[in-house]
T-cell receptor
Framework: NAGVMQNPRHLVRRRGQEARLRCSPM?????VYWYRQLPEEGLKFMVY????????ESGMPKERFSAEFPKEGPSILRIQQVVRGDSAAYFC????????????FGQGTRLTVV | DAKTTQPPSMDCAEGRAANLPCNHS???????VYWYRQIHSQGPQYIIH???NNETNEMASLIITEDRKSSTLILPHATLRDTAVYYC???????????FGTGTLLAVQP
């Protein structure tokens, strides 16, 4: 059973471009969580999604950021018009049902905005 | 905000047991204690969790006090590869996601 897969592992974008980060949960997992880790800082919750639904987006910036988890395919975290402050590691985690339950993390996507 | 308090850093000699404390004095009856670790900016790794009974798996043991206000994660024989930031997290009840605090940086010394 493959773990949580995130791609790309590294992404470089110029200011103003769009970044799309993908997260394929573990097989059988229908819940996905996204976290952001700024350099030298802790993990900050962004959004919690279940298939086709956003459950909790209390950690999402109000502008430029969006997330989806369609019925088929991976979860996508989309950042429009990236700025240098978006440079960070973005991690997703998946679990088979609503918590508390073991949530397993991917290895992250490191976004660099130049 | 995180509902736990952990020391910012600890040292442990290789081969010895590492005991990482965590205070969660406001934990409610239906909330679990979870432990994760993050090795050098890799994805967080699940270690163990418990409600009120002590738990043990192949990685660690979790000791929860009877009043559930604190717990200790025990790595029985620490190795250099156990050097990481360890996070104690309360999850459940009204909290529908993992909220990470600042954790404890465990440095295993040779």
């Amino acid at each position: 059973n493959a773990g949580v897969m995130q791609n790309p592992r590294h992404l470089v974008r110029r200011r103003g471009q769009e970044a799309r980060l993908r997260c394929s949960p573990m097989k059988g997992h229908s819940h996905v969580y996204w976290y952001r880790q700024l350099p030298e800082e802790g993990l900050k919750f962004m959004v919690y999604l279940q298939k086709e639904n956003i459950i909790d987006e209390s950690g999402m910036p109000k502008e430029r950021f969006s997330a989806e988890f369609p019925k088929e395919g991976p979860s996508i975290l989309r950042i429009q018009q990236v700025v240098r402050g978006d440079s960070a590691a973005y991690f997703c985690a998946s679990s088979p049902r609503t918590g508390p339950y073991e949530a397993f993390f991917g290895q992250g996507t490191r976004l660099t905005v130049v | 905000d995180a509902k736990t308090t952990q020391p910012p850093s600890m040292d442990c000699a290789e081969g010895r047991a590492a005991n990482l404390p965590c205070n969660h004095s406001t934990i409610s009856g239906n909330e679990y204690v979870y432990w994760y670790r993050q090795i050098h900016s890799q994805g967080p790794q699940y270690i163990i969790h418990g409600l009120k009974n002590n738990e043990t798996n192949e990685m660690a043991s979790l000791i929860i006090t009877e009043d559930r206000k604190s717990s200790t994660l025990i790595l029985p024989h620490a190795t250099l590869r156990d050097t990481a930031v360890y996070y104690c997290i309360v999850w459940g009840g009204a909290t529908n996601k993992l909220i990470f605090g600042t954790g404890t940086l465990l440095a295993v010394q040779p």
